[in-house]
T-cell receptor, first 111, second 119 residues
Framework: DAKTTQPPSMDCAEGRAANLPCNHSTISGNEYVYWYRQIHSQGPQYIIHGLKNNETNEMASLIITEDRKSSTLILPHATLRDTAVYYCIVRGSNSGYALNFGKGTSLLVTP | GAVVSQHPSRVICKSGTSVKIECRSLDFQATTMFWYRQFPKQSLMLMATSNEGSKATYEQGVEKDKFLINHASLTLSTLTVTSAHPEDSSFYIC???????????????FGPGTRLTVL
């Protein structure tokens, strides 16, 4: 699986959009970009994933650059409950393959 | 949909005892489940891949005789930490890829984790 690079930490004011970047310059054509988050002392929570098109669901939006070498997770209106470590992971879509977690980005949402 | 449960959520045991952790997919079936371990202030580290009806595949450096994995059905995998020692104290998390039932088959879902403390 391709390696990802994320900033170690970010701050965001409550109610504002949180934009979390991820670099995955070695991504291959059949690999997806997945985003998970982990709130303290809980299991990771799936957020969103995409291949090359931008994706949106009830939690977030995922913007993938045209060359697929980077992506941005957008939380449109961050709340205090969005404070967590966010992981960007590249993986093939086939089931049966584990997720390789890097260090992620620790997002702190402040009042 | 796509809920994974773990039991127990927290366990404290004496050194030398064995502890069993259960991981269940509640509304889907999973041929493959995964076990991760997370030490304080660190990321999740894959320990092993649990395959229904066959032997687990362990990551390098993980002792298969110490961390026994059984995946007896499509909804249950168990991790037994044998002869636990204080250095085994950690947060153990399982996950599963749905192969049928609820959830997306190209998304992995995680349990809430089990906090093991070995005295």
């Amino acid at each position: 699986d391709a390696k990802t690079t994320q900033p170690p930490s970010m701050d965001c004011a409550e109610g504002r959009a949180a934009n979390l970047p991820c670099n995955h310059s070695t991504i291959s054509g059949n690999e997806y970009v997945y985003w998970y988050r982990q709130i303290h002392s809980q299991g990771p929570q799936y957020i969103i994933h995409g291949l090359k098109n931008n994706e949106t669901n009830e939690m977030a939006s995922l913007i993938i650059t045209e060359d697929r070498k980077s992506s941005t997770l957008i939380l449109p209106h961050a709340t205090l409950r969005d404070t967590a470590v966010y992981y960007c992971i590249v993986r093939g879509s086939n089931s049966g393959y584990a997720l390789n977690f890097g260090k992620g980005t620790s997002l702190l949402v402040t009042p | 949909g796509a809920v994974v449960s773990q039991h127990p959520s927290r366990v404290i045991c004496k050194s030398g005892t064995s502890v069993k952790i259960e991981c269940r997919s509640l509304d889907f079936q999973a041929t493959t489940m995964f076990w991760y371990r997370q030490f304080p202030k660190q990321s999740l580290m894959l320990m092993a891949t649990s395959n229904e009806g066959s032997k687990a595949t362990y990551e390098q450096g993980v002792e298969k005789d110490k961390f026994l994995i059984n995946h007896a059905s499509l909804t249950l995998s168990t991790l037994t930490v044998t002869s636990a020692h204080p250095e085994d104290s950690s947060f153990y998390i399982c996950s599963a890829d749905p192969t049928s039932g609820g959830g997306s088959t190209d998304t992995q879902y995680f349990g809430p984790g089990t906090r093991l403390t070995v005295l």
